[in-house]
């Protein structure tokens, strides 16, 4: 599981099991996980958070997609 970026509470990571999947990222906050596809970036499963906290990860996904994107192509695609 390859952490991409910690950002305030937040983790962001991949599975390396999910690289069969489209391109997507994992945030974690103590024990809710949530995900992100990433093209386009939109939520995929919510994991318990607020509808406001997932909209502040949505904007955190999208500032750092560049970031995220190649994260992911170079776990899943080396």
């Not at 937040?10 to 069969?20: L, M, N, V």
Request: aromatic residues 12%; hydrophobic residues 35%.
């Amino acid at each position: 599981m390859p952490t991409i970026l910690r950002i305030g509470p937040y983790r962001f990571f991949f599975y390396s099991a999910d690289c069969s999947e489209p391109a997507h990222v994992h945030i974690e906050r103590d024990s809710q996980i949530a995900k992100f596809w990433l093209t386009p970036v939109r939520l995929a499963e919510s994991g318990g958070f607020s509808r406001r906290e997932l909209t502040r990860m949505q904007r955190l996904v999208e500032e750092h997609h560049a970031t995220l994107l190649g994260g992911w192509d170079e776990h899943c695609n080396p």
